[in-house]
């Protein structure tokens, strides 16, 4: 949640053992998420395929474990 639009062409990613320790860790991180605010990017083209591509991907079946608050007004994306 540093920055919207700027750290877009690098993604976070996890790959862990499953364990206590982790799924502690996804449960802290989808707390921090579910209150992160929607951040501002540059314009609607960047905010519509950000959209196009958060749905792309729960299309294939990944399972999303948190999102932050709605988006309020244009060009915001919400933390997932």
Not at 6 to 26: D, K, M, V, Y
């Amino acid at each position: 949640t540093m920055g919207s639009g700027q750290f877009c062409t690098s993604p976070g990613l996890l790959i862990g053992i499953a364990s206590e320790a982790l799924e502690r860790f996804r449960e802290e991180a989808a707390r921090r998420i579910a209150h992160a605010e929607p951040g501002q990017l540059l314009n609607a083209a960047i905010s519509d395929a950000y959209g196009r591509g958060i749905d792309a991907l729960i299309d294939t079946g990944i399972h999303l474990t948190a999102q932050g608050r709605p988006a309020g007004g244009t060009n915001r994306a919400v933390p997932h």
